[in-house]
Every structure is written in structure tokens, then in C-alpha cells.
């Protein structure tokens, strides 16, 4: 969901044309990147990765906002909660007195 759509800037500016539509989404872009560069981003997005690990599972979007499923091609499903991420590094470690992470071919949703 973005800050804001253009259905929304063109009925708080009470606009009904669609004559400047384009514009108007250039500058709802332009705002929206000028408030994530400031603040970082704002808008979560769910990104899905298949990557192969073992020990740790090196993620490629930061910061990692939560963990939503971690399944191995052979081990199966793995339960988030026995499971920590470290939100800057994006990288997902077992905690301790879990099972740590077996080799795997492993795809993880997550929020970013």
C-alpha cells in the first residue's frame, strides 16, 4: 500500500478530471521517495526469497520488519518463532535451544 494513491490526491484536491493524472502521479512519486529518503522506508512490502543455506539465512532486502514463513525444500516448514533475524543485516539465525538451520534450498517471506 503506498502513503498515498492517486484515487486519494485527486479527492482531497477535490479533482475529478483525469486530464492530469500522469502528472499527478509524478508528483505523488516524487513526494513519496522524498519522504522514505528522510524517514527510510515507510511502506512495508512483502518480498519472497528462495535462498540455499545452512547455519544462517542471508536475506537481500533490509531491514527486515518480521518474518512471515521460512520452509526448506527438505526440512519443511519452520516455525518464525524459534527463529531471530537481526533487522539490519537481514540475516535469520535459529535461537538458542532451537534447531539450528540445516542445509536447504529455504524460501522465506518476509515484511520489508
Not at 35 to 55: D, K, L, N, P, Q
Request: proline letters at 4%.
Amino acid at each position: 500500500m503506498a502513503l498515498l494513491s492517486l484515487p486519494e490526491a485527486k479527492a482531497a484536491l477535490n479533482i475529478t478530471a483525469s486530464t492530469y493524472d500522469a502528472e499527478l502521479q509524478d508528483y505523488i512519486d516524487g513526494a513519496i521517495a522524498a519522504v522514505e529518503f528522510v524517514c527510510g522506508g515507510v511502506v512495508s512490502t512483502a518480498t519472497t526469497e528462495v535462498v540455499r543455506a545452512v547455519g544462517a539465512i542471508p536475506l537481500g532486502t533490509t531491514p527486515v520488519i518480521s518474518l512471515t514463513s521460512v520452509t526448506g525444500d527438505l526440512t519443511g516448514a519452520r516455525d518464525v518463532t524459534e527463529l531471530r533475524v537481526n533487522t539490519a543485516s537481514g540475516v535469520v539465525r535459529a535461537k538458542a535451544n532451537y534447531p539450528a538451520i540445516a542445509e536447504d534450498t529455504y524460501t522465506v517471506v518476509y515484511a520489508s
